[in-house]
């Protein structure tokens, strides 16, 4: 791949108990080079991440960006990214990257929720792709992709990935998260 190649990592962060929760978006090229950033917010607990990543993907309004990075799939206290939506809204492929082992949400998801909260949130999991394990650097991290095949999927997350197994478009995200979530806390 080439060092130019552009991804859009997506990374949350919350405060406490503050009902928000800052998205970041973090332009990286594969090179490691920081090519922009963005924010959004989403409701802890709600079910509008999905859309607030792609009005964040249009904010930027980049078509050099190729891969869209989510550093999860159940942001915000379950707000659940739908995949296939963000393929769609992005137009381009959509990798989630997870790192931790799990038997997945829905014991979690049932807890939590009841009625129509709880059938919106399994309908929404259960349509996102399968997760498969993906050795980078000799650490074991968890894959979902729409809009791309398994090997083209690896091979960005690989790129992205020059140390450790945190794509380095969804670290810096992670990183302006948390900065722009301590901001926002310091002005209420």
């Known amino acids: 791949m080439k060092p130019g190649v552009r991804a859009l990592g997506i990374a949350e962060s919350v405060r406490g108990d503050d009902d928000r929760s800052t998205l970041a978006g973090a332009v990286v090229r594969a090179d490691r080079v920081l090519d922009g950033l963005a924010y959004r917010p989403c409701t802890v607990g709600g079910t509008d991440a999905t859309d607030a990543v792609a009005a964040l993907v249009d904010d930027l309004g980049r078509p050099d ?41 829905e014991a979690g998801l049932r807890d939590a929720f009841s009625g129509r909260e709880l059938e919106e949130r399994l309908e929404t999991y259960r ?28 091979e960005v997350v690989r790129t992205f990935t020059p140390d450790g197994g945190r794509p380095e478009p ?12 301590a901001y926002v806390g310091d002005l209420e």
């Open 65 to 105: 960006v190729r891969y869209l990075l989510l550093g999860a799939i159940a942001p915000a206290w379950y707000n659940l990214f739908d995949l296939t939506r963000l393929h769609e809204a992005a137009d381009r492929p959509v990798i989630a990257v997870t790192f931790e082992a799990s038997d997945g949400l």
């Open 170 to 181: 969804i670290r810096v995200a992670r990183v302006a998260a948390r900065a722009g979530a």
């Open 127 to 154: 349509s996102l792709p399968e997760r498969r394990e993906l050795s980078v650097n000799d650490e074991t991290v968890y894959v979902r992709h729409v809009g791309c095949d398994a090997s083209t999927a690896d």
